[in-house]
């Protein structure tokens, strides 16, 4: 395991602890059995959800990006109320909504059992046309973490609801 790949997860345990919840999250609301979860540690991967085999197309759809929807939503919630706070609190919630930010995204695990989810399901379901355009952004993203690509996500996320920015851009 790469030692950079530690020192990350470490530093934004929280993002990693949110993504497994959202799985599990997206499990329950969906109706598939959790049979274990694993929200950190130090290994690879530092979490993990398994659950049974959904045995519907919109299961396998939300239980993979369900990490891009509860991570994107509490890292602008974060980022949000940062704004609104002391110094020494902003800092504390600009670190959590980086942290939650660079988790958003699913892992290429997640990605590749999409894609076969939505191979499988391609004569039986309509909503398999989004299944391939998540499918490959999630891939491209596993890709483009090696450029720091979580990191810059998380930017893109604190300048949506960054009053400074609006007020350079307009």
């Known amino acids: 395991m790469h030692i950079s790949y530690v020192l990350i997860s470490t530093l934004t345990f929280p993002g990693v602890i949110l993504h497994e919840l959202g799985h599990k999250i997206f499990c329950h609301l ?41 991570n994107t939503a509490f890292a602008l919630l974060s980022y949000w109320i940062s704004h609104m706070v002391e110094l020494k609190i902003e800092i504390v919630l600009i670190w959590l909504g980086a942290s939650i930010a660079m988790h958003a995204f699913p892992s290429s695990v997640d990605g590749k059992t ?57």
């Not at 690879?44 to 959904?54: A, I």
Request: positive net charge; contains cysteine.
């Open 114 to 170: 999409l894609w076969q989810d939505t191979n499988r399901y391609v004569r039986h379901n309509f909503l398999v046309v989004f299944g391939y355009p998540f499918s490959l952004i999630i891939l491209l993203a596993s890709v483009l973490r090696r450029v720091f690509f979580d990191l810059i996500y998380a930017l893109a996320l604190y300048l949506v609801v960054s009053p400074w920015f609006w007020e350079h851009v307009s």
């Open 30 to 70: 969906t109706g598939v059995h959790v049979i274990k979860t694993c929200l950190f540690r130090f290994g690879n991967p530092c979490g993990y959800v398994k659950y049974e085999m959904p045995s519907r197309y919109i299961q396998s759809f939300f239980i993979a990006v369900g990490p891009l929807i509860t």
